[in-house]
């Protein structure tokens, strides 16, 4: 019996009823209350599911330690961490773009720029790619707040609309990357419950690939 | 780093405390006896190796090397796996031997690690090598020979990935002729980044059939061992030669491991690409007990030997034992092994002393553990004996026998 239950680690926040319209949509019967309860852990009534409410930077640790079987994060959280899961489904939901941002006409005039992010990995990654050396300062968020009260030149963060920037009087300088989420899976878990796993991936697939659109 | 505190070991250490020692000791000896009744011959090499050579071809990430220098400045690493070694030693010292050799061994390996927990930088491994024989045969012995070891322990609902990055390399050139992108295709998989090679495919500016046939590849790893082969026999039309042979090879190896019945535990999956880059054939991973590591893995490695001078072909694998430890169920048997074999105290003083050590050695010799103790090393009597469901006095005041 426990072999053929599957558990889904499920991300609260921005991208949680993004993902519930998705589950949903895909059939699975979650209950009205999902969205608004306090349970971190929820069983489905009729089939052999299990969800966890997990921090979305946490939802791939789940993941790739077999906690759970299958997760749903952003791209952005799967580059940072580096977890070793299978990413099998672009959800093309939750889209968003990381990019660098700061005050308008101040790119990095002194040789150590300063860089505030959530994201360290990236940061570092994207500014060693373009050949630069900088020093990364790490928030956990309301990242915008660093460059306007001169904690840093500039930021690395993901922008959804841009309107958080704009009424902090911040522009965007560059496009790092497109993020959407994705549907990860433990590796084991894929090899141990297949047929069962590749049923949900099927099914998702089905219905992202109606709504997915083409990288810009 | 701050000072350690005195209780502390480096990142990634452990200790095996009795209980877990006892545990891991079984295992190796029940790998010990089963490698050799398939004729598997152990032997050791040293911890330390030099960095250029060992380091070098061991295919570790330099990053995950422990690595300094030995007195004479030489850089040197910690072993990060044996299959190196091992191929150092028969392209050396076992030069003369008639091929194929079988080798077996049980070792710790290093690799340094920066993450958390459950990530050991020192862990245990037990494995074989087949070297010299480059017949799917070897393949199938290999992986029979670790289905059989994972039995053998009692780890339940086993399952075997089995791939062929050859196969892999080869599809790949095909499709994209040059190696730097092959290099690239096989690294997303390598990450498991289904949606990264999609897109990396997307960006390569093939002809629409190409990338269709890339993208079905991945696709492929949802397909069942039948599905997979059928999959695979439809790449080979109008391939290069190299995919023919690894699509006769597959083929084989599946029929061989039919006659041994293991292909009920076997899943077929092309898209396995282990991290090890001096794999060439086949490769595998095994999975059990509910574990969300791979508790073994293995492949065959046909390039390495020839870094060492002597080219031939070789295969193998190596069972985690840290990772079977937790994927081996709590039994009976581990509980017993928690509490330790029943032991008997026989506590004594100076007039006794010979005729205690008579008896205790009369006990051992008849396979019983005996714990001789004089009474004045003994701290708090009570505290002492609670450890023993038996204890035998041999003293002046008292000459008595309590408990059983």
Known sequence: ?216 | MTQPYMFEKPLGLRDLLPPAQRATAQLEDLFHNELNRWGYDFLRTPALEFAETIGRASAIEDGQLFKFFDAEGHPVVLRPDMTTPIARIAASSLRGQPLPLRLAYTANLYRSQKREGGHPSEFEQTGAELIGDGTPYADVEVISLMISLLEKTGLESIRVAVGHVGFVNAFFYDMVKDKETVRRLRHLLYNKNDVGFREYVASLNLSEAAAGKLNRFVDSRRLDNAATLDYLKTLTSGAAMPVHSYYQNILELLDLLKIDRLDGKIDLDITLVPHLSYYTGFVFQGFGGGLGFPVASGGRYDDLLAQFNRPCPATGFGIRLDRLMSAVKTDDRKAGLRKGPRKLAVIYDHEHAEEALRFANQVRDAGKTVVLQHSGGIDDPDAFAGQFTTIRRFLTQERTETGE
Do not use: W
Not at chain 1, 55 to 69: I, L, M, S
Not at chain 1, 75 to 91: A, H, I, N, P, T
């Open chain 1, 1 to 216: 019996m426990k072999d053929s239950l599957i558990t889904v680690a499920m991300p609260k926040g921005r991208i949680f009823g993004d993902a519930c319209r998705l589950l949903r949509k895909a059939g699975f019967a979650l209950p009205e209350t999902f969205e608004t309860t306090r349970k971190l852990i929820f069983d489905l009534e009729d089939e052999p599911f299990r969800f966890i409410l997990a921090k979305p930077v946490d939802v791939p640790t789940y993941v790739e330690y077999g906690a759970v079987d299958i997760g749903i994060a952003g791209k952005d959280v799967l580059l940072e961490s580096g977890r070793d899961v299978y990413e099998v489904v672009d959800l093309g939901i939750s889209k968003c773009h990381m990019a660098v941002a700061g005050l308008p006409g101040h790119r990095g005039v002194h040789p150590f720029l300063k860089i505030a992010t959530k994201y360290p990995h990236i940061a570092s990654d994207y500014y060693r790619k373009r050949g630069e050396q900088v020093e990364l300062i790490a928030l956990n968020g309301s990242i915008e707040l660093a460059p306007i009260v001169g904690l840093a030149d500039a930021i690395v963060d993901i922008v959804s609309t841009g309107r958080t920037l704009k009424d902090n009087g911040l522009v965007e300088y560059d496009r790092l990357m497109d993020i959407s989420s994705r549907l990860i899976v433990n590796p084991v878990s894929y090899r141990m419950k297949k047929q069962a796993i590749d049923r949900i991936i099927e099914k998702i697939i089905g219905i992202t690939e109606g709504t997915k659109i083409g990288m810009d």
